[in-house]
């Protein structure tokens, strides 16, 4: 069945169209996708729909409102919700939307993934939802690998002094906790989601995964990486920079649109509970990026500007967007 939201009230319809309750069952899983590319989107519901747990409903923001994108979604083989956005609510607002829907459907469990994304194997869910039972956990997160060389890790992942670039160096272990990759391909408990409630709209895109990560530590909910359970997504290696000989990395976007969310909201978030004690440590380490390693003045300058923007909370929203 496809519920389409428009300009009238949706309604549920099953494969003759007689409206259906929206209610879903006790232990529901609704995977939510934020898109605005229908070429890369119709490769991950392909990916959905061989899932050996399939998926109890899914529901497509689209920032880019397509009918072509609206005709993937209908004919996807299951219960499924077309969402479009005459406003572009970023990937932050999409995924905020997604879940309040998802949760008004009474779904038990939240799986968010972009749309650039899909999962490395039919068994993903199965994994998570597993995992999530053995080790009693509100959220649980695959390892997020490069979709060009799943030897390696689409992030730079931080344990300890340590930077992890392969899977392999995790070691043995079947579960990380207290680290997750949120957002791609992250599974989410409602009552998790009732604590720590959903993305805030106003990041527009990055820094939500930080905020979330940051309210889940604050809360104390049980969380982290499920090592038996994978997602595929592109390369995010190339935006960290290293510094200090590749003792400390610092995250630098090529693209602007990218570099002016991701330097607005580290500032607002440097301000957040939990948060406050890296500030400094951000002003040392993009410092040293910008003045030493890039000998860039003009380039601290912008980001400087960005980070009071950020910590003044004037969240304003790129010009053009």
Known sequence: MTLVAGSVPPVAAGSAGTPVAQRLALGS?????????????????????????????????????????????????????????????GSTGGFALGALTALAYDASWVWFIDDDGKPATDDCLRELLACAARHGLALVAPVVLNVDDPGRLSFLMRLGLSWIRRPDDLGTREFLPGHACLFNGALFS???????????????????????????????????????????????????????????????????????????????LSTQPGRHLRWPLEWACFGWYFLVVRRDPAGFRNWLRLIRMGRRERLLRRPGQ
Do not use: M
Not at 199 to 210: A, K, S, T, V
Not at 233 to 238: A, D
Not at 245 to 264: C, E, H, L, N, S
């Open 29 to 89: 899983v609704v995977a939510i996708v934020v898109t605005w590319r229908r070429e890369l989107l119709g490769v991950l519901l392909g990916a959905l729909a061989r899932q050996s747990r399939p998926v109890d409903h899914l529901i497509v923001v689209d920032n880019s409102p397509d009918h072509s994108v609206a005709d993937l979604v209908a004919a996807f083989p299951g219960a499924s919700t077309y969402v479009p956005s005459w406003r572009n609510l």
């Open 190 to 268: 409602a009552e998790a989601l009732d604590v720590i409630g959903v993305p805030d709209y106003r990041l527009f895109l990055r820094g939500d995964e930080i905020d979330v990560h940051r309210r889940a530590l604050r809360a104390g909910l049980p969380f982290g990486t499920c090592l038996t359970a994978a997602l595929l997504h592109p390369s995010g290696e190339r935006e960290f920079q290293p510094i200090l000989g590749g003792r400390a990395y610092v995250q630098d976007p090529v693209d602007p649109g990218k570099r002016y969310y991701t330097f607005r909201n580290r500032g607002y």
